[in-house]
């Protein structure tokens, strides 16, 4: 009868191993494209309504009813941004052209 050195049992352990730890990692790296492709949809087209009032004009950007943005243009001077980046009503001036539709407003 042929017997196995015991300093080869623990290799063929180790080797059960990372072959193991090799399968997990490549099911992992071919998950990530699919869960990118899922979150990299178009973004949302805002409502827009606009509001003149006091001398300026104010746009409001909605999406689904979530108000996150207003564009404030006033009679002189330069156009900026009121928005809101984490949904919880505070609204921080930006000095911007355009801004992104926030992770918070796609979030469902």
């Not at 300026?56 to 979530?66: F, S």
């Amino acid at each position: 009868m042929h017997r196995i050195p015991p300093f080869s049992r623990p290799r063929r352990r180790v080797q059960a191993a990372a072959s193991a730890i090799v399968t997990f990692a490549t099911l992992i790296v071919l998950a990530l494209p699919a869960q990118a492709q899922s979150s990299s949809q178009p973004p949302p087209t805002p409502e827009v309504m606009t509001i003149q009032e006091a001398g300026q004009t104010l746009e409001e950007y909605r999406v689904d009813g979530r108000l996150y943005a207003i564009r404030v243009t006033p009679a002189s001077g330069a156009a900026y941004f009121l928005l809101d980046t984490t949904g919880n009503g505070n609204f921080e001036r930006v000095n911007r052209d355009r801004v992104a539709v926030p992770d918070w407003v796609r979030d469902d």
